[in-house]
Nanobody, 121 residues
């Protein structure tokens, strides 16, 4: 059973930065490496929304609301995915979720438990 070790959330002032990380423990490297990385977030009272994606060749895609401020990356040797968040705004307050999807193994679709990010002065 794949589990994620998550870190990096917390309270930050507007304009500040945070880096979220999700480490896929108990996932073998040969399964992790091809996975696409997704990040979503869910604010109170709102639906979960897509914010970033990185495939296994380095191509990335971002929601307009975070483009230019957030960066998704990965370290295959550590089986860890990251979301660097800069210039944070109060509207970025949400629970953030990492998601790994294997492009051909359809059973490999794992979600992190969620990381709380609060942007407030």
């Amino acid at each position: 059973q794949v589990q994620f070790v998550e870190s990096g959330g917390g309270l930050v002032q507007p304009g500040g930065s945070l880096r979220l990380s999700c480490k896929a423990s108990r996932m073998i490297t040969s399964t992790f490496n091809p996975c696409y990385v997704y990040w979503y977030r869910q604010a109170p009272g709102k639906e979960r929304e897509f914010i970033a994606r990185r495939n296994n060749t380095g191509n990335t895609d971002y929601a307009d609301s975070v483009k230019g401020r957030f960066t998704v990356s990965r370290d295959n040797t550590r089986k860890t995915v990251y979301l660097q968040m800069n210039s944070l705004k109060p509207e970025d307050t949400a629970v953030y979720y990492c998601n790994l999807i294997h492009p051909s193994l359809h059973s490999v679709n794992y979600w992190g438990q969620g990381i709380q990010v609060t942007v407030s002065s």
